[in-house]
């Protein structure tokens, strides 16, 4: 039963420390996905990459985030410095994009800045 | 800008009661997805809808789509306990790929 990984699924963390997220996608999905969920914004894009490319990340704040995908097993978003205000679930997503495929959810790592 | 916008965003009901909620988006996509998340736990994949008038059943959930009326709804037939769950629907914006855009989410409580 293929699923997506995260890691870690908890970090508490202090303000302005740096956070690291790794996700590793179902094997042969060509799309990855970074979203944010908190009660106040939902649940908000931060970036997508095809193929391993980067094709959208203009959810993401550019001067502390950074998503990569250094291989096509692994997807990396980082934080730094973290704030207070960057508390909430990252999830991972991965699927293929054609058809009737949908994406399927990693189990989120929940992040706390203190 | 995509919106999506979901009613109800909350949601009593009582075991064994009909109800239907609805998810309306605001520019042209070419499918729409129904997810469920349970408190504290991670999003699962309900039904995926990739043209007008398409209708997909899942025991007591049927989704539907009118790509017309940019309009989906998730119908519940006879609800039971275990269908308590916040249920997201989402949709592609055809001009920037395959990432989602999410309602709010409808909680729904089903009680005895």
């Known amino acids: 039963d293929a699923r997506v990984t995260q890691t870690p699924r908890h970090k508490v963390t202090e303000m302005g420390q740096e956070v690291t997220m790794r996700c590793q996608p179902i094997?042969?999905?060509?799309?990855v996905f970074w979203y944010r969920q908190t009660m106040m914004q939902g649940l908000e894009l931060l970036a997508y990459?095809?193929?391993?490319?980067?094709?959208?990340d203009s959810g993401m704040p550019k001067d502390r985030f950074s998503a990569e995908m250094p291989d096509a097993t692994l997807a990396t978003l980082k934080i730094q410095p973290s704030e207070p205000r960057d508390s909430a679930v990252y999830f991972c997503?991965?699927?293929?994009?054609?058809?009737?495929?949908?994406?399927?959810f990693g189990p989120g790592t929940r992040l706390t800045v203190l | 800008e995509l919106k999506v916008e979901q009613n109800p965003l909350f949601l009593s009901m009582q075991e064994g009661k009909n109800y239907t909620i609805y998810c309306n988006y605001s520019t042209t996509s070419d499918r729409l997805y129904w997810y469920r998340q349970d408190p504290g736990k991670s999003l699962e994949s309900l039904f995926v809808?990739?043209?007008?008038?398409a209708v997909k059943q899942e025991g007591r959930l049927m989704a539907s789509l009118d790509t017309k009326a940019r309009l989906s709804t998730l119908h519940i037939t006879a609800a039971v306990h275990d269908l308590s769950a916040t249920y997201f629907c989402?949709?592609?914006?055809?001009?920037?790929?395959?990432?989602?855009?999410f309602g709010k989410g409808t909680s729904l409580l089903v009680t005895p």
């Open positions: 990459f095809r193929n391993r490319a980067p094709l959208d």
């Open positions: 094997l042969g999905h060509n799309t």
């Open positions: 809808l990739l043209s007008n008038g």
């Open positions: 989402a949709v592609v914006n055809s001009n920037s790929g395959y990432a989602l855009n």
């Open positions: 997503a991965s699927g293929l994009d054609r058809g009737a495929d949908t994406q399927y």
